[in-house]
Each structure stands twice: as structure tokens, then as C-alpha cells.
Nanobody
Framework: QVHLVESGGGLVQPGGSLRLSCAASGFAFSSYVMSWYRQPPGKERELVASITSTTGSRNYADSVKGRFTISRDDAKNTVYLQMNSLKPEDTAVYYC?????WGWGQGTQVTVSS
């Protein structure tokens, strides 16, 4: 059975940092592209960042370039999202995504507010 479990969300002040983690199990993690999406309140889900298997090539939404970093540890079957210089508009539920075949995690709330 496939499990994607996000953690690391919470409340942070503008300018602060958070590190999200997504622990995966039940499939060959190292062989798949992994992504982070987010869904702000009242808006559609959007791609934040993705990282390929093998080469670890990264792709970012323009809104987070230079502030967020996606990484993966294939030995731990975990993908991370380091979020720096957080802004109120980064407030959203953040989801880990393992592709159409393996699906989504349950999400973790990130709230950026003073």
C-alpha cells in the first residue's frame, strides 16, 4: 500500500522559514519524479516544485524561485521542501505528489502571518 506522509507545516511569521518533509512508502521512490503542490484558501491547487529521479533536476514555480528548495533523499524515501523568506501569500495546504500512479499525500498546512 502506498503512503505519502507530509510533515513540518505550521504557523510562521513573514520572513521566516519552514522545512516540509514527505515520507514515502509502498513504491520504488527513487524511480519517480516527486513534486510539491499547494492550494491556497479559495484557490486551485498549483505546482510549487518538482525533482526528477536519477539526475535530480529541479523545477520551480516563478513565485517561489530563489526562496524554496526541493531535495530528495532516496535512501530515506523522503522528499523535502525548504521554504525561506516566507510571505503571507505562501499560506496554503502543501501536498506531496508522486505522480498519477501513486497519487497524493494528505497535505500539511502552512500559515504565514504576523
Amino acid at each position: 500500500q502506498v503512503h505519502l506522509v507530509e510533515s513540518g507545516g505550521g504557523l510562521v511569521q513573514p520572513g521566516g522559514s519552514l522545512r516540509l518533509s514527505c515520507a514515502a512508502s509502498g513504491f520504488a521512490f527513487s524511480s519517480y519524479v516527486m513534486s510539491w503542490y499547494r492550494q491556497p484558501p479559495g484557490k486551485e491547487r498549483e505546482l510549487v516544485a518538482s525533482i526528477t529521479s536519477t539526475t535530480g533536476s529541479r523545477n520551480y514555480a516563478d513565485s517561489v524561485k530563489g526562496r524554496f528548495t526541493i531535495s530528495r533523499d532516496d535512501a530515506k524515501n523522503t522528499v523535502y521542501l525548504q521554504m525561506n523568506s516566507l510571505k503571507p501569500e505562501d499560506t496554503a495546504v502543501y501536498y506531496c505528489y508522486a505522480g498519477r500512479r501513486w497519487g497524493w499525500g494528505q497535505g500539511t498546512q502552512v500559515t504565514v502571518s504576523s
